[in-house]
């Protein structure tokens, strides 16, 4: 079992950055591959970004591609979310999730097995 825990949320203006973490415990993340999602209010869980067990390989949502960069530290069991240039329209919860499954990347919240509890992102403007 994997428990995944996110933190560095919080409100920031229009054009900010904000570094998001996901911490793992119980079990190494190595052989995962880890994902950020997101859920605006009113909306539904959208996916935002993964990488892979190694980290050579990225994907990215259309909607936050040259803005966000997705990277993970291994060793620490850690990965992040560097954000930049943020928008109003990036304001959500947001939640790292761990999947097992073999490559490639996946957009779909139904391939990811673990989940943290999620952080809030507000951008005001």
């Known amino acids: 079992q994997v428990q995944l825990e996110e933190s560095g949320g919080g409100l920031v203006l229009l054009g900010d950055s904000l570094k998001l973490s996901c911490t793992a415990s119980g079990r190494t993340l190595s052989d995962y591959a880890m994902g950020w999602f997101r859920q605006p209010p009113g909306k539904e869980r959208e996916f935002v970004a993964a990488i892979s067990w190694s980290g050579d390989s990225t994907y990215y949502a259309h909607s936050v591609k040259g803005r966000f960069t997705i990277s993970r530290d291994s060793g620490k069991d850690t990965m992040s979310l560097q954000m930049h240039s943020l928008k109003p329209e990036d304001t959500a919860v947001y939640y790292c999730?761990?999947?097992?499954?073999?490559?490639?990347?996946?957009?779909?919240?139904?391939?990811?097995?673990?989940w943290g509890q999620g952080t809030q992102v507000t951008v005001s403007s």
């Open positions: 999730a761990a999947d097992w499954g073999a490559p490639p990347l996946s957009d779909s919240e139904d391939d990811y097995e673990f």
